[in-house]
DNA sequence: CACGAGACCTGTTCGC
DNA sequence: TGCGAACAGGTCTCGT
């Protein structure tokens, strides 16, 4: 599910609060039930509960899919992958059908990482860059310039679709998102990286930015029984509109499969990149 | 290096 | 109605 705009929204709330839920930095780890070993990458069960309970959660953030809490020594992490959720609620709740690790705080409070896929995973380290060291840049960070961009760019000949969805390209992209920002830069998704022009390469970035942030505008999608709360979704020009007019000149949205993702595109405002023919 | 396929998983929706 | 196929917000690994 979540990509970065789900993930800051997450990580938002669980740092500061909300009117349904407390803030979770302070609080002690009081317990931890793991109900499916797989959700734990590392370490090892056992040592994990050991060096888990009784640290304090200091900070909270998120840096590209990840949501990263630092720890009194060490970090704990979380990647949600396809239809992870981070849930906080009242010390006692029964578990839920998709609960994978289920953390008792003080407060009387638990935090539930439901996953109904499996694919989510939890880390436990003492340094967080073992974990999100390789990743690319943040889109958002105003450290990334639209030179640095476009050099990044040309480093190398893959297509666009697939490159952005490289973490260590640029971190935090996911299906929609990236659908969604080569549709505002007018490019086509099969575009070869080193074909951009400058120009192409500052639209490219602005779409980007423009769609994430957006998606953080909104509280991020909400598009299956997995995530509630934000309405993104409802305001997505091509991801999942096959067949429905483009918002910008009214041709059908096309589909097609890219790295085996679904991959969306109007094919009059993003037009297939011709070699030699501009 | 770049790409495609398969794996990891469950649940919903689509097509016949 | 029923049932299998296709599809879903992600990433890793392997083979070519």
């Known amino acids: 599910m979540p990509e ?35 959700t734990l990458a590392e370490p090892a069960p ?13 900070t909270i953030g998120r840096r590209g899919k990840f949501l990263y809490f630092q720890l009194t020594r060490g970090w704990l992490l979380f990647h949600l992958r396809m239809s992870g959720d981070l849930l906080v609620r009242p010390r006692g709740t029964p578990f839920a059908t998709h609960d994978r690790l289920v ?18 995973r939890v880390w436990l380290v003492e340094e967080v860059d073992e974990v999100v060291g390789n990743l690319g840049p943040e889109p958002l960070d105003e450290g990334l310039t639209a030179d640095d961009f476009f050099i990044h760019l040309h480093t190398t000949r893959r297509q666009l679709k697939p490159l952005l969805l490289d973490q260590t390209f640029l971190a935090g992209l996911g299906n929609i998102y990236t659908d969604e920002a080569l549709n505002l830069a ?16 500052v639209h490219l970035l602005e779409g980007i930015r423009t769609v994430l942030g957006d998606g953080i505008a909104r509280n991020g999608a909400s598009i299956d029984w ?10 997505f020009r091509v991801y999942q509109r096959t067949g429905e007019p483009c918002p910008e000149c009214g ?28």
Do not use: M
């Open 4 to 38: 970065l705009p789900e993930v800051e929204t997450i990580a938002s709330i669980l740092c500061q609060g909300s009117p349904e839920q407390p803030a979770l930095p302070g609080r002690h780890i009081l317990g931890a039930d793991l109900l499916w070993k797989r």
């Open 226 to 235: 997995v995530y509630r709360g934000g309405e993104f979704q409802n305001y």
């Open 46 to 58: 056992g040592e994990f509960k050991s060096r888990l309970l009784g640290q304090v959660i200091e």
């Open 103 to 120: 953390l008792q705080l003080d407060g009387d409070i638990q935090l539930a990482f439901n996953d109904a896929r499996k694919f989510g």
């Open 251 to 278: 041709t059908p949205i096309v589909r097609i499969t890219v790295g085996q993702r679904g991959t969306h595109f109007c094919p009059q405002c993003q037009p297939a990149y011709i070699p030699n023919g501009g």
């Open 186 to 201: 007018k490019l086509h998704p099969l575009t070869p990286a080193n074909s951009l022009t400058q120009d192409q390469a």
